[in-house]
């Protein structure tokens, strides 16, 4: 079943952010990728490094995520955490989807 572009990036974060299931990248993420985090290196090996480090107190905090007006599979996903750095961090994601992966 195709899941819409919310419901994919929901997934994808809460498997890798909230489980911390690096393996999640592999499913959800295509090979090309961009991370634009400067906490990790590029692509999909950058994400799972960022991914795997994290502290076990790190979380996410009233995750939003939104799916563009367009149905052409963009997810925007904006989030607080905490845990990984004093005073914790905001992040925003954009995700084009076509359908299958982030």
Not at 14 to 21: P, Q
Not at 81 to 91: D, E, N, S, V
Not at 95 to 100: K, P, V
Request: with cysteine.
């Amino acid at each position: 079943m195709r899941m819409g572009a919310k419901q994919l990036v929901e997934q994808a974060v809460h498997e890798l952010f909230d489980r911390r299931d690096v393996t999640a990248v592999g499913r959800y993420w295509s090979p090309g990728y961009v991370e634009h985090s400067i906490l990790g290196a590029d692509r999909l090996e950058g994400l799972r490094d960022v991914a795997g480090s994290l502290p076990e107190g790190f979380r996410q905090h009233n995750p939003q995520i939104a799916e563009g007006a367009s149905g052409l599979g963009r997810a925007i996903q904006t989030g607080r955490f905490t845990g990984r750095q004093a005073g914790g961090a905001l992040g925003c994601g954009v995700h084009e989807t076509g359908g299958t992966r982030a």
